[in-house]
């Protein structure tokens, strides 16, 4: 397997305008003639396939929920960045590049990034044209905030509903081009395998989540949209059904998985509160501009919040990052906050959180402002806990959120399978070992609105129309590995439910590959996990059959691939030793407790090649180069 | 706390289907609904037989995946939340609960509580939308928007497509719905060339697929978990009406009520 980045020569600021000049193009009367299969539809998906039935593609878009607003892009609350310059604070393109590299702590690939950047400013004008209500000013101007990590207000929202909006503009681009004709619609329909002919994507095989019938869509290329896989921990801020079924089902047939240890453990969640819970809940982390993070200077200080005065009270975050206090990146608040529990200092009833407090800010800017800001969050917590939280501190703790790593992918943002393209969060492109808030929302519509359709047509343009079927017999075969699979599952009949064993390996995850690692945890989780797999595919229970709605199936199904994840996951967390942004190995850190980079053996992107179940995948390294923004160790100080 | 379920088992759309009982043993306070449901399915399932079919998936109120009509309400009892936001503090040990798909002609029973609600996005394909090709379009800041404007059509965006307006509605009219949509792209100035088209084109889509009328029972806001309020009703109402006037065929006009 080769590792070409296909990177642009020149100047940065040049890269991405000489390579859409050479990309190849298809002329406009020949574009209804080749097919596209876009899987998922949230902001990636649902803007690639948008955008590509607007340029005359036919498209098919799947995905697994009954509409296509659902996926989970509606659940990002915060905000989108852009270096729109708004303010007037400073912010420029070359900002946004140089705090993104940063931020991902140098282990994303510059190029990628500095485009990113620079199409963050066309997405903004196109959601604004699609009608996404974001905040505005009494001038009727747009409104921005700062943001986790970020010195300037660069974050445009829509209360705390920016996904969701976003995603609502994305699904209207989507609608219009399943009014028009153009994208032809899948929903409940799940992508359970990839289709190679002469080694190039060729199409997939789904399931009709409905009828449970299997069946196959051929295309001239596939794009891959399937989001991040964080419910490998079971607990995870993200949709019960997110899943990494599709980009895994890729990497089995010969995509290289890139930094698959890279996950983002998200500060502000809610606390668990018991056995029975299904998933965590995410606040957005805005709430850190206004909200002071602390807990108890003293272990077993059990009083009541309001009864601690502040000379008992340790605002941790304040006192070890002066400058950046309150908003230092995710995976130093995260890390900060464990370090607190561990400490003894956790509050709640089960000591298992730290507070969130808008005290101050209350009293500095009056309830009606908190409540403007953040009045929804401020519900959805209390909904949730029974707590009112413009009375007592929130309680937060970190929990899995996105994943940086994904399928590996070129400046194309081409697999290792030609013709096939990953986009969004399911690739590992853009965000190095740790993401920035609100640049989620802005790589997901970067690469489905402005990069994809581009470097997609150079593909097209070089494979030619040629005729495509589903009558080759690569699909008969592996429509029939489908359903042997699934009929396997059917056939266990053991005694254990599929959530059990999910919940089992989540906490192996968790323990294991979660927010601090280490040698001997990642060989432990590396001699348990095969175990677990074994023991589900001997002890799982599916009821109910093949050919019919059957939720417990899909769920089987999935964590049959998050079984075959985790273990690569650890392998990789084993073998990168050194400490980056969200992969935290307490073998190497610096006497402050930051990460410490090992920039002279780590400064790459892994790779990892597919060789069988159970068997040790290949490395394959491709090399990170910084020419534009200095390798240093990140400080917030 | 212990409380008895029945619960609608229906194994496909064509066959009939019934309340099954069910015992929910041992729900903790803090649990949410579906977290309970989720508890006896795992019951279920240990003892080999099909776990109750429901939808859902954020859970955190904001994908409208779920929804189950709770002792005849929408979304259950809390106001401005849905199912999957109503937590068992809500409930107390004994109580019984029926749980029931949404109703609707035009959302046909899929499985059990799942009901297939495409007849929203096929609502919004006619032209729920403002129509901006990708890249052809001027700066952001080009066009400024009165706040008050932004607000208001922020709050009719605020819809998640759930469809409790229409479980809700005696007639099952999806009037809140259209409305909220209507709204949005109405209040915008990016929404004004589509305007008319749009508002016509849906709410002869709407009836189309089989909705019931408006008759302004507004049990539509009541139950709407994002509280979307029903002026927007009268706004789609006024919208209607004034393109109606100006050009418009009969046929497109029916059904608004």
Not at chain 1, 236 to 246: E, L, M, P, V
Not at chain 1, 268 to 293: F, H, V, W
Not at chain 1, 443 to 456: N, R
Request: contains cysteine.
């Amino acid at each position: 397997m080769e590792l070409d980045s296909k990177v642009p020569s020149g100047p940065i600021q040049e890269k991405w305008d000489k390579r859409k000049f050479e990309l190849k193009l298809v002329n406009p009367a020949n574009k209804r003639r080749y097919t596209v299969i876009v899987v998922g539809s949230g902001l990636a998906g649902a803007s690639a396939a948008a955008s590509l039935g607007e340029l005359g593609y036919n498209v098919k878009c799947f995905c697994y929920q009954d509409s296509a607003r659902r996926a989970h892009s509606i659940a990002a609350q915060g905000g989108i960045n852009a270096a729109k310059n708004y303010q007037n604070d400073g912010d420029s393109i070359w900002r946004l590049f140089y705090d993104t590299v940063k931020g991902g702590d140098y282990r994303s690939r510059e190029a990628n990034v500095y485009r990113l950047a620079q199409v963050s400013n066309n997405i903004i004008d196109q959601c604004v044209a699609q009608g996404v209500p974001f905040a505005r000013e009494y001038g009727g101007l747009l409104a921005n905030r700062s943001f986790g990590g970020a010195q300037v207000s660069r974050t445009f929202y829509a209360r705390g509903q920016t996904g969701q909006q976003l995603l609502v503009g994305a699904y209207h681009a989507l609608a219009k081009e399943i009014g028009n004709g153009t994208v032809q619609m899948f929903p409940r329909t799940e992508m359970l395998d990839l289709v190679l002919i002469d080694g190039q994507a060729r199409g997939i095989v789904v399931r009709d989540m409905v009828t449970g019938r299997v069946s196959s869509h051929a295309a001239h290329a596939v794009v891959l949209a399937t989001g991040g896989y964080s419910n490998v921990y079971f607990f995870s801020t993200n949709a019960k059904g997110c899943n990494t079924t599709a980009i895994w089902r890729a990497h089995r047939r010969g995509a290289a998985f890139a930094n698959p240890c890279f996950t983002q453990i998200h500060p502000t969640c809610i606390p668990r509160a018991g056995e029975y819970q299904s998933k965590l809940t995410l606040m957005s982390e805005s709430l850190r501009n206004d909200g002071r993070i602390w807990v108890p200077k003293e272990q077993g200080d059990h009083r009541p919040a309001a009864q601690i005065p502040d000379a008992d009270r340790d605002y941790y975050l304040e006192r070890l990052y002066p400058s950046f206090g309150n908003l230092t990146p995710r995976d130093i608040a995260s890390r900060r906050a464990k370090e607190a529990v561990d400490d003894g200092r956790g509050v709640g009833a089960l000591k298992n959180g730290v507070y969130l407090d808008f005290r101050d800010s209350i009293q500095r800017l009056g309830k009606s402002v908190i409540e403007e800001r953040y009045g929804n969050l401020f519900e959805m917590y209390e909904r949730i806990t029974g707590e009112n939280p413009y009375a007592v501190p929130m309680r937060i703790y970190p929990a899995p959120h996105y994943t940086m790593g994904g399928l590996w992918v070129d400046y194309d943002l081409q697999s290792t399978i030609p013709g096939l393209f990953v986009i969004g969060e399911a690739n590992f492109s853009d965000h190095g070992a740790n993401r920035l808030g609100a640049s989620a929302l802005m790589q997901g519509l970067a690469d489905g609105y402005f990069v994809l359709p581009y470097t997609i047509s150079d593909y097209l343009a070089r494979v030619g129309p040629t005729k495509t079927d589903s009558t080759h017999g690569a699909f008969g075969a592996v429509e029939r590995e489908v359903s042997e699979r699934m009929k396997t599952l059917l056939a266990v009949n053991g005694k254990r439910t599929v959530d059990t064993i999910h919940r089992e390996l989540g906490q192996v995850m968790w323990d294991a590959c979660g927010m601090a690692r280490s040698r001997g945890a990642l060989e432990k989780g590396l001699e348990v996990i095969p175990e677990i797999r074994e023991r589900f595919w001997k002890e799982v229970r599916v009821p109910g059959r093949g050919e019919d709605f059957n939720q417990g199936l899909e769920k089987a199904g999935r964590l049959a691939d998050f079984l075959e994840l985790g273990e690569l996951m650890c392998r990789d967390a084993l073998h990168r030793e050194e400490s980056s942004g969200g992969h935290f190995r307490e073998e190497f850190q610096t006497p402050e407790g930051e990460a410490k980079r090992d920039d002279e053996r780590f400064a790459f992107v892994s790779a990892w090649e597919f060789t069988g179940v159970g068997s040790a995948p290949t490395l394959h390294a491709e090399p990170l180069t910084f020419e534009n923004v200095p390798l240093s160790q990140r400080s917030y100080k | 706390m212990n409380l008895v379920l029945h619960v609608w088992r229906q194994a496909s759309p064509t066959v009939k289907g019934g309340f099954v009982r069910y015992e929910a043993k041992d729900i903790s306070d803090h649990a949410s609904f579906l977290e309970m449901l989720d508890i006896v399915n795992e019951e279920l399932t240990e003892s080999g037989e099909e776990p109750i079919a429901f939808e859902h998936d954020c859970r955190e109120g904001i994908c409208g995946s779920c929804g189950l009509v709770i002792n005849g309400v929408p979304h259950g009892p809390q106001h401005g939340a849905a199912t999957c936001q109503l937590h068992m503090r809500h409930y107390k040990d004994g109580d019984q609960i029926w749980i029931e798909p949404w109703r609707a002609k035009a959302f046909p029973v899929v499985k059990d509580l799942v009901v297939d609600r495409g007849a929203l996005d096929r609502i919004v394909q006619v032209g729920g939308y403002i129509s901006a090709r990708t890249g052809a379009v001027p700066d952001a800041n080009a066009t400024p928007i009165r706040k008050e404007y932004a607000e208001l059509a922020m709050d009719a965006a605020a819809c998640i497509g759930c469809g409790a307006c229409v479980a809700a509605c005696p007639n099952a009219s999806a009037m809140l719905f259209v409305a909220a949509k209507v709204s949005h792209l109405g209040l915008l100035p990016q929404g004004q060339p589509e305007r008319r088209d749009r508002v016509l084109n849906l709410v002869a889509q709407m009836d189309i697929e089989g909705f019931g009328s408006c008759t302004n029972h507004a049990e539509c806001e009541a139950a709407c978990p994002k509280q979307i309020s029903i002026d927007f009703i009268a706004r789609l109402n006024r919208d209607l009406l004034v393109t109606s006037l100006a050009q418009t065929p009969e046929h497109m006009v029916a059904g608004a009520g």
